[in-house]
């Protein structure tokens, strides 16, 4: 199915093809067999059941904390009664039972491979907001220097620059984006047209926290690197929805969450300096390594004494990340988004913020119904369904997140009220 991109009459855009499949339900990939989808349907469901989630609830609200499989739940509270009842063991010959000053480099492989990158160029942090605030506080800017970023950043992805532009006097320029945004090519001119010789910074999300659009990351950092552009992309909502190869998007930095689409235990995060650029971003929070100079990831993870359940956690995350297979989780995403996506287009007054653009979008949807709030949406889904996407905090819509712990049947359900809300 060809639709027209707005502002771009010449160019048409694929969208996925809605088929009716043997389970008497619409699906939108044609590619599969009876065999395979009763195969894969029969494995999410098996997926399903390994989340301690209730299984009356429906959560659709990973874009804020995604929910977590029993087995990370477990590794976090049997390390942490381990902790409670035998501490006295401590030893200090072996490792420690607490993380923050070791550089846990078997945890940092393991989030290295999942991104592409140097386990060296890895940093553990507490979450994006902290990756974010290393950048901004860490780079050394002089008054007068621009910052470029969107008018659709989370507080997260924004509020360093913010500190800095206030304390420093460095110019912090956001853009206007679409909502939608129609084609990737609309941003690329958005930014090209803005970078001049005061830029130094390009500070992006790569995901859109209120619209769930993904922006063309590889070629904007290819148009900052031809200017000597730094470029700082916020990936939280990125990991482990979608394939976030760092090598090929060419990025200098970047920072993400994994409490959210990874599910892991609220707390941990990561941030990714690549190693030439690692050198011009001082330490934020300095301990014993804050001038390490051959592990500047382990520099830049200097907190103090943290959490080691929380981190054994997020070991648990990634473990099964892996056993399940990026990809397929990643296609399972987009399968449901896009799912979700097409049943809601059948509804005349519900307008979609998210790009239709196949490329542009994955697992989050982001929709209003005219003529009633946000909340009202969000509230009725829940009384009458047991379903919780989550209204955005400014109104503008309702953030539906379907990850693998969703199903079709639950985008269906959703629909069937909405259509009842919409008076169809
Ligand atoms: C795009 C974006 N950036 C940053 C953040 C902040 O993430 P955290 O609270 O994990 O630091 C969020 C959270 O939703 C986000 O969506």
């Known amino acids: 199915m060809k639709i027209r991109a707005a502002g771009n009459p010449d160019r048409a855009v694929d969208i996925p093809r809605l088929v009716r499949t043997e389970f008497g339900r619409f699906s939108?990939?044609?590619d599969k067999t009876l065999e395979s989808r009763i195969e894969e349907k029969d494995l999410w469901e098996k997926v399903r059941a390994e989340f301690l989630l209730d299984p009356g609830q429906v959560f659709f609200?990973?874009?804020?904390?995604?929910?977590?499989?029993?087995?990370?739940?477990?590794?976090?509270?049997?390390?942490?009664?381990?902790?409670?009842?035998?501490?006295?063991?401590?030893?200090?010959?072996?490792?420690?039972?607490?993380?923050?000053?070791?550089p846990w480099t078997e945890i940092r492989e393991k989030i290295a491979r999942l991104l592409n990158c140097e386990v060296k160029e890895i940093a553990l942090t507490e979450n994006a907001t902290a990756g974010m605030n290393y950048l901004s506080n860490g780079l050394d800017l002089k008054p007068g220097d621009e910052v470029l970023g969107t008018d659709q950043e989370h507080p997260g992805g924004e509020s360093g620059w913010k500190l800095k532009a206030a304390r420093c006097g460095v110019i912090y320029r956001q853009l206007p984006l679409g909502k939608p945004i129609n084609w990737p090519q609309e941003v690329i001119e958005?930014?090209?047209?803005?970078?001049?010789?005061?830029?130094?910074?390009?500070?992006?999300?790569?995901?859109?926290?209120?619209?769930?659009?993904?922006?063309?990351?590889?070629?904007?950092?290819?148009?900052?690197?031809?200017?000597?552009?730094?470029?700082?992309?916020?990936?939280?909502?990125?990991?482990?929805?979608?394939?976030?190869?760092?090598?090929?998007?060419?990025?200098?930095?970047?920072?993400?969450s994994f409490h959210k689409w990874l599910c892991a235990p609220a707390g941990n995060g990561f941030l990714y300096l690549r190693q030439d650029r690692a050198p011009e971003v001082w330490t934020?929070?300095?301990?014993?390594?804050?001038?390490?100079?051959?592990?500047h990831g382990f520099r830049l993870s200097q907190r103090g004494t943290g959490n080691l359940s929380l981190l054994f956690g997020l070991d648990e995350a990634l473990d099964f990340h892996f056993e399940l297979g990026p990809e397929r989780v990643y296609a399972r995403i987009k399968d449901l988004g896009d799912y979700l996506r097409a049943r809601l287009r059948e509804i005349s007054r519900i307008k979609i913020l998210t790009p239709l653009h196949p490329e542009m979008a994955a697992g989050i949807t982001v929709y209003?119904?005219?003529g009633l709030p946000a909340n009202y949406i969000q509230d009725e889904l829940w009384k009458r369904g047991r379903l919780r996407p989550r209204a955005l905090g400014d109104g503008s819509g309702v953030r539906q997140s379907t990850h693998i712990y969703n199903s079709f049947a639950e985008i269906d359900r959703t629909v069937d009220i909405l259509k009842d809300l919409a008076g169809k």
């Open 28 to 30: 939108v990939r044609e």
């Open 61 to 102: 609200n990973t874009g804020t904390l995604g929910a977590m499989p029993r087995r990370v739940f477990d590794r976090v509270v049997s390390h942490l009664r381990l902790t409670a009842e035998r501490i006295a063991e401590w030893d200090y010959y072996g490792p420690d039972w607490i993380s923050g000053y070791q």
């Open 190 to 256: 958005t930014f090209v047209r803005a970078m001049g010789p005061r830029t130094r910074v390009l500070a992006v999300p790569h995901m859109i926290t209120g619209s769930g659009a993904i922006l063309p990351i590889k070629e904007l950092c290819a148009e900052c690197r031809k200017r000597g552009i730094i470029t700082v992309i916020d990936g939280a909502q990125t990991v482990g929805q979608i394939k976030v190869d760092l090598e090929d998007l060419g990025c200098d930095a970047y920072y993400g």
């Open 284 to 295: 934020t929070l300095a301990s014993t390594q804050w001038d390490n100079r051959e592990d």
């Open 368 to 370: 209003s119904l005219e």
